[in-house]
């Protein structure tokens, strides 16, 4: 590029994500003045989708992904009490389930994938692990699957669960829809300032580590360790919790609208027909220990949705649903599956060899 046309692509750069954040606001704005459940994401993401499918370039720069996340963090570490650490206690039962659960969503998807729609063994087994998208479709590439098709399948998981899981609560009576719910009294100016030094000092330290989703957990943990112990008191001003919602709901919405509307088309049997044995699969475990434990069943729900973390996290800030319980199981699963899925790939799909034929 030269000289004469970078401050071109500067300004076509900053115009698309002024035109992206406009949208998701837009969406945001018309989805929570209808009063839906979970509208600020819900309608952010569904509006900022229709706009990338309908050929405009949707995207956020990385740096506000990074705020956007870390701004989710605090606000989820906020809602962090020492009651809810007491219970951490009770959560070694159900991490453990969610480790079958998931292993076993995996292989129910994977196999309906592979006898109704003629997948490869390999596509099947990276399009029905839940969540962990980055690492699975760096591995499909690696392996050579199909990745469009994977990136279909698993983006339209996280956009059903997404619009789905605020309906279903609501419907049952489990939480409410309308207005935002109650957070408490606004952190004072000092306040603020300390939980954002901590939430970046953990963000960072977590990235040196290679943790995953650092800026979000960091920022997650500095806020509960700090709320946790009574150390702070307050939360993020409403404006910015109403930011996070609208953010993580355009973020999800720019990753599906830069998909083709031919490839969606082509694997729209495929991503609807995994997510439902998904859904099954899931619902016999949650169905088990709502009925055998003492968790909350809208906990349990969010928890064991095999959706995208950060999208999972973000409804549990907006319903009101434990965040610490919620954030211990996704982090869980996403760790899991980074671990364990190219394993699986390797002992059960398809060798290099019949790759490249």
Known sequence: MTEKNKPAGIQSKILSFIETALIGIGGGALFYWAQLPGGLITGAMVAVAAAGLAGRKMGLPQPVAHVILMTLGLSLGSMVSPEMIHNLSAYPVTIA?????????????SHYLQWVHGWDRTSAL????????????????ERKADVPGIAVVQIMRVIILTGAVPMLLAASGMTGHGPLPS??????????????????????????????AAWMFG??????????????????????????????????????????????????????GSFAVAIAISSVFVAAI????????????????????DAMLA?????????????????SRFIFVSIVTPGIVHLFGKARDDLDD
């Open 315 to 331: 409804l549990a800030l907006t319903l009101h649903i434990d965040p610490v319980f919620v954030g211990a199981h996704h982090l």
């Open 219 to 272: 920022a997650m943990l500095g806020s509960s360790v700090l709320h946790g112990a009574g150390l702070v008191e307050g939360t993020l001003p409403q404006w910015a919790y109403v930011g996070a919602l609208i953010g993580i709901g355009t973020l999800i919405g720019s990753r599906f609208g830069a998909i083709k509307l031919r490839t969606i088309a082509s694997h729209i049997g495929a991503a609807l």
């Open 97 to 109: 389930l969610l480790a079958i659960a998931t292993v076993c969503s995996t292989f129910g998807s």
């Open 183 to 212: 957070r408490g009294a606004v952190a004072s100016p000092l306040v603020l300032a300390e939980l954002a030094a901590v939430a970046v000092a953990a963000a960072l330290l977590l990235r040196w580590l290679n943790f995953p």
């Open 290 to 309: 709502a009925l055998t434990t003492a968790v909350k069943f809208s906990d349990v729900v969010v928890a064991f949705a095999p959706g995208a973390m």
């Open 126 to 141: 990276l399009a029905g692990s839940p969540g962990a998208l980055s690492q699975i479709i760096m591995l499909a590439t």
